[in-house]
């Protein structure tokens, strides 16, 4: 007899799982500590018009599936209006089983709308009249949204020379309980080859009110930009190393590098390495003092298609899974941190799964300092949020780590819909749990497991990246 499909006891497979989920997991809050929803949104409390804004307007997961099923670009990015896209999603998802956004789809309706149906095109428009005309009703804006999903910290994504002025805005808002947090992105000042380095640098110079005209100077002005997100709550750094770049420099190596860059426009990748790995010593020492947590997003192969890469840029479908050694330049950035006593708080994801035991290895080389789980493997991020790639992260975690100090599950979304995805990990995370006292490979201590899931879910996060509960910290 198969189980009803995402019943109450959605993806547990034995008693010891439905306790521990609906027992200790559920209703725990969530800290989504790395997003990419909008701050403005969150403080305009933005209303959506349409489920078609709410979900198809920014997330590039529903598009790539759309793309896959034979669903033209206009009903996509284009210019079809949002029914005829709904239209268009309502087509794909029954043709997308085996796949999260099957999952996600149903637990968002089933969670936020109140909406039991299977999702398709013949139920299309009952479901598109019942879930707008909630949409339009009391209860559903960005900030709204927040609460209901009982999120306490929103950390957002933001580059250094952002104003933050929506952060600010927000912390002064009553009645709003959740934090929204900066998270210090700072590729724009590592990617030193690309177009963007100089003309960024000048808006460093600008936001900073300090001249950049070497690279002592663009050193201090990062580190005012760093203090300035610290004044505002901010707490982690996040930094896509696409390809994992380290080499020892001296000051005098960088500076030479840095200027030659402004100066040619070009380096070498030798050089490059230099200078990124001065550049992320420096940074993190920074972080270190400051308590941060320090975040590598490593191996995404960006916007390989180029021509929809011209047409609709960055973050549209259109990036992979890069491959290469990550394992010595890793450990040495990793070391040189560490041999100055510097080494934050580190979380290390990788996209390509054939990282998971060279990071799980990594981490354990770099414990430490008295900090419960210091140095994380980073859960299952982008291509690998789903079932397998989950229990992949978790499965190594636990045999090369400690899985009972993991800070847990992310959305990394663009959407206020996306929370559910930290009921679906926690499900995915309770069932492997429960799978292990069902084989006798963990005691039935419901008291001792109870408090790991609850720890994973939400309390280890609490305690590593200690987000100021005062919104807006001047210091
Ligand atoms: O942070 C990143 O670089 C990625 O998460 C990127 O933003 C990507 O578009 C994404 O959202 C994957 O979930």
Redesign the pocket.
């Known amino acids: 007899m198969s189980k009803k499909f995402m019943d109450e006891n959605f993806l547990l497979s034995s008693e010891t799982a439905i306790k521990l989920f609906h027992n200790h997991a559920k209703d725990m809050p969530i800290i989504d500590y790395h997003c990419?929803l909008s701050p403005q949104e969150i403080y305009e409390n933005k209303t959506f018009n349409n489920i078609t804004e709410a979900w198809l307007y920014g997330d590039?997961y529903k598009w790539r599936v759309m793309r896959a099923n034979g669903v033209e670009e206009k009903f996509i990015t284009g210019d079809a209006s949002d029914y005829e896209k709904f239209l268009a999603w309502s087509r794909t998802v029954p043709k997308i089983i085996g796949n999260p956004l099957y999952h996600w789809t149903h637990l968002e309706l089933q969670r936020f709308f109140g909406v039991y149906d299977l999702l398709n095109e013949a139920n299309a428009p009952k479901i598109w009249d019942e879930v707008n005309r909630q949409l339009q009703g009391e209860g559903y804006g960005a900030r709204d949204l927040i609460v209901k999903s009982k999120v306490t910290v929103v950390c957002t994504?933001d580059d250094p020379v952002d104003s933050l002025e929506y952060h600010e805005k927000i912390s002064s808002l009553s009645g709003f309980d959740a934090s929204v947090v900066p998270g210090f992105r700072p590729d724009k000042a590592l990617e030193i080859n690309r177009p963007t380095f100089k003309p960024w640098v000048a808006q460093l110079s600008e936001v900073s009110g300090m001249d950049v005209e070497n690279y002592g100077q663009f050193l201090e002005a990062l580190e005012s930009r760093v203090r300035f997100f610290h004044a505002r709550a901010g707490r982690v750094s996040?930094h896509?190393l696409d390809a994992v770049m380290f080499e020892p420099a001296t000051l005098e190596e960088a500076t030479a590098i840095f200027n030659k860059a402004l100066r040619e426009g070009t380096i070498s990748e030798r050089e490059e390495k230099k200078y990124k790995g001065f550049t992320l010593v420096f940074l993190g020492k920074l972080y270190n003092e400051l308590d941060w947590a320090m975040q590598f997003?490593i191996h995404?192969l960006r916007n390989n298609n180029s021509v929809m890469f011209g047409r609709l840029g960055p973050?549209t479908g259109y990036?992979s899974i890069n491959d290469g050694v990550i394992a010595k330049p890793l450990a040495g950035l990793l070391d040189a941190l560490d041999r100055e006593n510097a080494l934050p708080k580190t979380i290390l994801y990788s996209l390509n799964p054939n990282d998971n035991h060279v990071i799980a290895g990594l981490m354990g080389c770099f414990q430490g300092g008295g900090i419960p789980g210091k140095i994380q493997f980073g859960t299952a991020?982008?291509f690998n949020?789903n079932k397998d790639g989950m229990l992949e992260q978790m499965k190594t975690l636990a045999n090369l780590g400690v899985l009972s100090q993991f800070v847990g599950m992310l959305t990394?979304?663009?959407s206020f819909l996306s929370y559910t995805r930290h009921e679906y990990f926690r499900r995915i995370l309770c069932d492997l749990v429960g799978s292990w006292v069902e084989n006798g490979e963990a005691p039935e201590d419901m008291e001792l497991l109870g408090s790991m899931i609850e720890n994973i879910c939400y309390n280890n996060a609490d305690h590593y990246f200690n987000f100021s509960k005062q919104a807006l910290v001047t210091r």
């Open positions: 990419h590039h994504t996040d896509a997003h995404a973050d990036d991020w982008w949020d990394d979304s663009r």
